[in-house]
């Protein structure tokens, strides 16, 4: 079992940058791709990000593409969200998933991923 837990969210103003943590304790993740998602208010949850187990390959969303940009650090058990040019639009609630894959599947199916971090929130005023 793995233990996903975000931080690094909160308050920022449009065009800010912020940059969420994943930590991964438990079970080991190095092997599994991972992923981010965002739930919006009124909205389904959907995926900004994933990266395979190696971090050699990345998929975006087109929402996030070019603004946003994940990573890993397998020694640290720990993957990363950088966001730029932050956006009204991307307030959300983010969460941290651990695949059941090594490489990146189906990645914005849910169901593609088999652990879940709490959720934390980032609030973008205009």
């Known amino acids: 079992q793995v233990q996903l837990v975000e931080s690094g969210g909160g308050l920022v103003q449009a065009g800010g940058s912020l940059r969420l943590s994943c930590a991964a304790s438990g079970r080991a993740f190095s092997r599994n791709a991972m992923g981010w998602f965002r739930q919006a208010p009124g909205k389904e949850r959907e995926v900004a990000a994933a990266?395979?187990?190696?971090?050699?390959?990345?998929y975006y969303s087109d929402s996030v593409k070019d603004r946003f940009t994940i990573s890993r650090d397998n020694a640290k058990n720990t993957v990363y969200l950088q966001m730029n040019s932050l956006k009204p639009d991307d307030t959300a609630v983010y969460y941290c998933?651990?695949?059941?894959?090594?490489?990146?599947?189906?990645?914005?199916?849910?169901?593609?991923?088999?652990?879940w971090g709490q959720g934390i929130q980032v609030t973008v005023s205009s």
């Open positions: 998933a651990k695949s059941k894959y090594t490489e990146i599947v189906a990645a914005v199916q849910m169901g593609t991923y088999d652990s």
């Open positions: 990266i395979n187990w190696s971090g050699t390959n990345t």
